[in-house]
């Protein structure tokens, strides 16, 4: 008898050890796949497709940036039901997104999951092109993201596949004090972070209540500006990633702003901008990262893009690269064949796409572009995710 319990003790402690480590294992390998410098891609399409997911692993993307506020759904936002009052997950929806994970999966493709909505927060595109910023001034709006975010990584925290909760892309408070300011780095910073802090940490907590392990990643306010690093506020759960977007100058990566106006390097509104202007505009995360003591693999440049058709966009992208390689930044480039609107799928190079192609969208078919990687715009992105 004493012998089989000792045999039976010696069995449950090996058993008990073998799922502790499982559990580290999984820890140690979410958190980890940020050590080594990755490169991905951004997909916020309507319908993700599995060829999609293996020409981009195959390309070299190791991850994508999925947002998937544009997917079909019957309610009036996706997941969430209405962004006016969360009460539980659309299990449709949910459904849906699991179909694209699955893929995900299938193809062995690392996914950051983020959202253009949030409760309190709905997508301007989807909100009569108006701001909503009830998320930033209403503890009801706080609560309920973060009631979101909780019952969402309750269902999903057994995705190994998932390498990043991305809580809420862009988030703009600053909008609350000055709708239409220029430079949003500039308004109201103290007060704007505090907010800020308040409301990641809120949804932070949620998270870590079912989730342990997956990697969150916070974007910086002012539609992610890196100028607003200055003013950023750290957190001190250890799995945390900071992100920024890079579209600066705006005035040229942006089309109607340029509208041909405008050439890289050169001067555009008063500025010269070449691959040390870039760089300036971006010294705010370095000067972070020295005060906090973030390392450069906790840094996510979450998007960076521009008009495919505007001058000089080979050099632009290959100077916006090299500097993310100088301070070993992760970095997405958007958008991966965008099937709402192709000004930023760079495999379609400069040229209008033809008007049979349109065509046949109003009619309900799904035309496949002439898409090509060699030209310009994006060989510069494939010898970068190559290298």
């Known amino acids: 008898m004493i012998i089989l319990k000792l045999i039976c003790t010696i069995i449950f402690t090996i058993l008990f050890t073998s799922t502790s480590f499982a559990n580290n294992v999984q820890i140690y390998n979410k958190i980890t796949f940020w050590d080594k410098l990755q490169k991905g891609a951004n997909i916020f399409n309507q319908n993700v497709l599995q060829k999609d997911i293996k020409t981009a692993k195959d390309y070299g993307i190791t991850f994508i940036r999925l947002a998937p506020d544009k997917f079909p759904s019957k309610e009036r936002d996706f997941l969430i039901g209405n962004a006016d009052n969360y009460t539980r997950l659309v299990q449709k929806d949910l459904n849906s997104l699991k179909k694209v994970l699955d893929i995900c999966t299938k193809e062995k493709m690392p996914v950051i999951l983020t959202f253009l909505s949030l409760p309190g927060s709905r997508w301007k595109q989807n909100n009569h092109d108006k701001d909503d910023l009830r998320l930033w001034s209403n503890i009801k709006f706080q609560k309920q993201a973060a009631s979101f975010w909780k019952d969402l990584a309750l269902e999903l925290r057994n995705y190994p596949i998932i390498v990043g909760y991305n809580i809420l892309n862009e988030p703009h408070p600053e909008r609350i004090y000055n709708a239409k300011a220029i430079h949003l780095y500039d308004v109201g910073q103290d007060t704007i972070q505090k907010q800020l802090y308040k409301t990641y940490q809120l949804i932070i907590d949620s998270i870590r209540m079912v989730d342990q392990n997956t990697p969150i990643i916070l974007d910086s306010s002012a539609y992610g500006d890196p100028k607003t690093f200055k003013h950023f506020k750290t957190h001190k759960d250890v799995n945390i990633l900071y992100s920024f977007h890079m579209y600066e100058p705006y005035a040229y ?27 300036s505009y971006m010294l705010e995360v370095i000067n972070f990262q020295k005060i906090n003591h973030i390392p450069n693999n906790r840094i996510l440049v979450g998007e960076f893009g521009c008009y495919r058709k505007t001058k000089g966009l080979p050099k632009y992208f290959n100077d916006l690269l090299e500097i993310f390689k100088e301070n070993q930044w992760h970095f997405a480039f958007y958008a991966f064949r965008e099937d709402t609107w192709d000004g930023m799928d760079y495999e379609l190079g400069d040229k209008q796409l033809p008007w049979s192609y349109w065509q046949a969208l109003e009619k309900g078919s799904k035309p496949v572009p002439d898409r090509k990687e060699t030209y310009p715009q994006f060989k510069v992105l494939k010898e970068a995710l190559a290298k």
Do not use: A
């Open 253 to 279: 990566t942006n089309h109607k702003t340029n509208n041909n106006r405008f050439s890289y390097p050169g001067e555009i509104n008063s500025t010269y901008w070449d691959k040390q202007t870039l760089r």
